[in-house]
């Protein structure tokens, strides 16, 4: 196994960005708060051209980013080589109530123990991202 | 191996926090921009209780953020057992040139290839984390 001495970013496409999103279930949110931005991993799933992330009803997320812009970055990298990807999300929180009706989420399992009746949906506004690859 | 059925969260000291960010070198940082919260992968290194991350002069991060707040989001997961922990540094970055003198910075390696000549050092605020157990 070696270590590449050097990597470069390189751009992916948006279509690129979405089907590696679909790959992954953990990512972390970002949202600013009165005092400054806050990042939490969450569990998501993808849904047509959304994030949909399971939540608590507690959540500090729920009260603070609810209608308000976020940014959702999810990655794979792998330590030993140094290459990867990273995708970021940026778009719109909205909460979505079990009683809301409409859009069916989707599948999402959440890791911690604990009821996470409500989903926060994101409704993206710019998708972009970055491979991590051996340099020529 | 087996995978959990149920993990729960506890809370980390700000002590337990400090000593897992050492044993890491990848975070993510958020930061307001104008038009909302952009979280991006870094390679961070640890002085002090100070978080130095190495960057290039063209970065958004130095752009946006210098005097501002951030957030500097580590975590290690396991996606087998799904347990892991995560510590969020919440705090002002302040971009440092390398004329500034001052602190020596710690020894942080980047990935990608490129100059890295500045710094962007997290003076933090609140220190917090959790980790993911299997519930008893």
């Known amino acids: 196994m070696t270590t590449p001495t050097s990597t470069e970013l390189r751009d992916l496409t948006t279509r690129e960005c979405w089907d590696l999103l679909a790959t992954r279930t953990l990512g972390r949110i970002a949202w600013t708060a009165a005092d400054g931005p806050v990042v939490l991993p969450v569990n998501y799933g ?19 980013a609810d209608q308000s812009p976020v940014a959702v970055e999810v990655d794979l990298v792998d ?20 009683s809301d009706g409409g859009a069916t989420p989707p599948d999402v399992e959440t890791w911690p123990a604990g009821p996470r009746p409500l989903w926060v949906v994101v409704d993206p506004r710019e998708v972009t991202g970055r491979r991590l690859v051996p340099r020529d």
Chains 1, 2 share one sequence.
């Open 46 to 64: 993808v849904a047509g051209e959304t994030l949909w992330i399971r939540t608590s009803a507690y959540a500090a997320l729920v009260r603070e």
């Open 79 to 98: 330590e030993t080589t140094r290459t990867g990807w990273s995708v970021l999300v940026r778009g719109t929180a909205h909460v979505r109530f079990p």
